[in-house]
């Protein structure tokens, strides 16, 4: 019997780079850290409707393909700049000196490529890409998780890298955890007091373009620019909660720092100047048990300061 060698998870990759424009494929990539990746070319088909008298179907036509799909990942400080950039539609950099940038309506495409070996090295690359999606999630006793679901418009696949040269190296910097890199999470500037999990949800809401003559995307509309997310406190007062009865509106913010320098490792903030509470619930579960705060909240656009969102990255000290 011929042994076999098939494709393993553990082995395979990830890469990543910045296009120009649309259209026009990067071939210089960056090797990409990440937990999960479910990057896909789809197509739709439609079969004949032709009748025959043998009672055979004539053909299946492909009428649509698209490319779609999430990746997971660990943050870490760095390595998804571009991404948060990219999600965020601005063509302001984060620059390690602490400088905010806001959400926009500039557009950013990638190419992707992916990569497993079994009884050869297989490559599939994904071209067009726009980041649709990404979130954080912060939980106690946790790694810093998150995903970025992902549109494109076409793909290929073979035996050979995009990237003639090698994959540019990845950063290196350790991932957040929620035991001691979550150093400040505040409302309205001010502590809010022992959390066990928050989430933020970012969406740009866009949609598939489709027209005559492309069996691929037209193009990607952008929709509303949407933050949301979760947080779960422990209940101490009646702060938070009167927050919500009263429908005000408040700051929330927080700051991610690796511990990896002498006075401050690298630093990741994020504020959210206009933020309201949809609901919060607290009950009295039973005996043995703590009694928690769960909120749902949404960010909204603040005049002042022109954006939803504002995310500064600054390097070690």
């Known amino acids: 019997m011929t042994c076999k060698n098939f494709a393993d998870s553990s082995s395979s990759g990830l890469a990543y ?150 994959y540019d190296p990845s950063s290196t910097t350790p991932v957040y955890n929620a035991v001691e890199m979550v150093s400040s999470i505040q409302v309205d500037d001010a502590d809010i007091g022992e959390v066990q999990a928050i989430t933020v949800d970012i969406a740009n809401n866009k949609r598939e373009q489709r027209a005559i003559g492309n069996v691929g995307l037209a193009g990607v509309g952008d929709g509303q620019f949407i933050v949301t997310g979760t947080m779960t406190l422990y209940f101490t007062d009646l702060t938070m909660y009167n927050k919500f009865l009263n429908d005000e509106t408040f700051k929330f913010d927080m700051t991610l720092d690796d511990l990896t320098g002498t006075t401050n490792g690298n630093q990741i903030y994020m504020e959210m100047p206009r933020v309201k509470f949809g609901n919060v619930n607290w009950s009295i579960p039973g005996n043995n048990q703590d009694i928690l705060l769960q909120a749902d909240y949404q960010a909204i656009y603040d005049g002042a300061s022109g954006a939803t969102l504002l995310i500064s990255t600054t390097d070690a000290a």
């Open 17 to 166: 780079g910045k296009q120009v424009d649309c259209g026009e494929p990067q071939t210089q990539l960056t090797e990409m850290r990440f937990t999960s990746s479910d990057l896909q070319f789809s197509a739709e088909s439609t079969q004949s409707e032709e009748i025959r008298a043998d009672r055979n179907v004539p053909d299946l036509v492909r009428t649509a393909t698209s490319v779609s799909g999430t990746v997971g990942y660990e943050w870490s400080y760095g390595t998804y700049n571009d991404f948060i950039q990219a999600v965020m539609s601005t063509d302001d950099e984060l620059d390690g000196a602490g400088t905010l940038i806001k959400n926009g309506t500039a557009k950013t495409y990638f190419t992707f490529e992916d990569n497993t070996t079994g009884s050869a090295k297989f490559y599939r690359q994904f071209y067009d890409c726009e980041i649709d999606t990404m979130s954080f999630n912060i939980a106690q006793g946790e790694i810093l998780t998150g995903t970025m679901g992902i549109m494109g418009r076409s793909a290929t696949s073979g035996t050979t890298s995009d990237d003639p040269d090698g």
